[in-house]
């Protein structure tokens, strides 16, 4: 198993930045296929970004690419999402996800997951 918690999440004006951090414990970090999804209020759970096991591929939901990074640190068990250019509609809780099976955007694929930390972008 592994235990997942995100922080960084915050208050932000539109068009600014914020970086949300993973920090696992349990099992090897290294091991898992690691991804980044998001609920807002009254909507369905989606994802933003996923990364791979190695060689580290990463996945993009199309409303993020260009704005959004993610990436991880297997030696800090931490994974990265780097949010540039943000407006009101990213507003949502986000988590972070593990799986050892699965992988990439797809929801259905995750075991673990974090408690979520709230981004709010203001307009």
């Known amino acids: 198993q592994v235990q997942l918690v995100e922080s960084g999440g915050g208050l932000v004006q539109s068009g600014g930045s914020l970086r949300l951090s993973c920090a696992a414990s349990?099992?090897?970090?290294?091991?898992?296929?690691l991804g980044w999804f998001r609920q807002a209020p009254g909507k369905e759970r989606e994802s933003v970004a996923a990364?791979?096991?190695?060689?580290?591929?990463?996945y993009y939901a199309d409303s993020v690419k260009g704005r959004f990074t993610v990436s991880r640190d297997n030696a800090k068990n931490t994974a990265y999402l780097q949010m540039n250019s943000l407006k009101p509609e990213d507003t949502a809780v986000y988590y972070c996800a593990a799986s050892a099976r699965g992988g990439g955007l797809v929801l259905s694929s995750y075991d673990y997951w974090g408690q979520g930390t709230q981004v709010t972008v203001s307009s």
């Open positions: 990364i791979s096991r190695l060689p580290f591929t990463t």
């Open positions: 349990g099992r090897a970090f290294s091991d898992y296929n």
